[in-house]
């Protein structure tokens, strides 16, 4: 279980076009979903938070405009990198956290599990 | 907001021996801790985790500690094997909010055949 995909693994693209990555939770609902970005031999640093239904929480730094996200359903949520230039080229990385309805309402466990990452090189 | 501190940078070992790697954190809000291992240009996997109200957690050679009055805690590898080598990241999420992860800088091991 908690199986997080991602799609592609791997892109080239040429400056100034538009790329969109895809994360699905594969057997559970996630409400929220992150993304992150991981350059060589770095950690992942936070970009956004993506929630269900609204709009994406972006961390200091990091341009909406440039990266869109859109989390359409429970188990979908896509980040579209606009307008790539080559300092864009990293390791795209999303995780989720399973989400389920309690008696009292909703909750989310603290686990995230992440996808196996996309490599984004634009030339 | 939160701050992940994590050493050594690397460590080698030889097979057989254990390995450990520290945290610090400075947010006393936080309350889970998860600890990942990532291989080379896959995706970080969950290896275990601690949550506040524990102060130790294990699971076959994996084992993690916290101690919450120094806010920091710890990773055991005994009886390394060759398939330990990898990069490990520990992480620190609040109680409340978005609960997004702040990661620490990461470990490689290297276990030495």
């Known amino acids: 279980g908690a199986v997080v995909s991602q799609h592609p693994s791997r892109v080239i693209c040429k400056s100034g076009t538009s790329v969109k990555i895809e994360c699905r939770s594969l057997?559970?609902?996630?409400?929220?979903m992150f993304w992150y970005r991981q350059f060589p031999k770095q950690s992942l640093m936070l970009m956004a938070t993506?929630?269900?239904?609204?709009?994406?929480?972006?961390e200091q730094g990091v341009e909406k405009d440039k990266f869109l996200i859109n989390h359409a359903s429970l188990t979908l949520s896509t980040l579209t990198v606009t307008s790539a230039h080559p300092e864009d080229s990293s390791f795209y990385i999303c995780?989720?956290?399973?989400?389920?309805?309690?008696?009292?309402?909703?909750?989310?466990?603290?686990?995230?599990?992440f996808g196996p990452g996309t490599r984004l090189t634009v030339t | 907001g939160e701050n992940v501190e994590q050493h050594p940078s690397t460590l080698s070992v030889q097979e057989g021996d254990s390995a450990v790697i520290k945290c610090t954190y400075s947010?006393?809000?936080?309350?889970?801790f998860p600890w990942y291992k990532q291989e080379l240009g896959k995706g970080p996997q969950l290896i275990i985790d601690?949550?506040?109200?524990?102060g130790e957690k294990k699971d076959q050679r994996i084992a993690v500690t916290l101690n919450k009055t120094a806010k920091h805690f710890s990773l055991h590898i005994t009886e390394t094997q060759p398939e330990d080598s990898a990069v490990y990241f520990c992480?620190?999420?609040?109680?409340?909010?978005?609960?997004?992860?702040?990661f620490g800088s990461g470990t490689r091991l290297q276990v030495q055949p």
């Open positions: 993506s929630n269900e239904g609204s709009k994406a929480t972006y």
């Open positions: 057997d559970f609902q996630a409400t929220t």
């Open positions: 601690i949550r506040s109200n524990v």
């Open positions: 992480a620190a999420t609040p109680r409340t909010g978005r609960r997004a992860l702040t």
């Open positions: 995780s989720a956290r399973s989400t389920w309805q309690g008696p009292s309402g909703g909750s989310s466990s603290y686990e995230q599990y």
């Open positions: 947010d006393s809000a936080s309350n889970y």
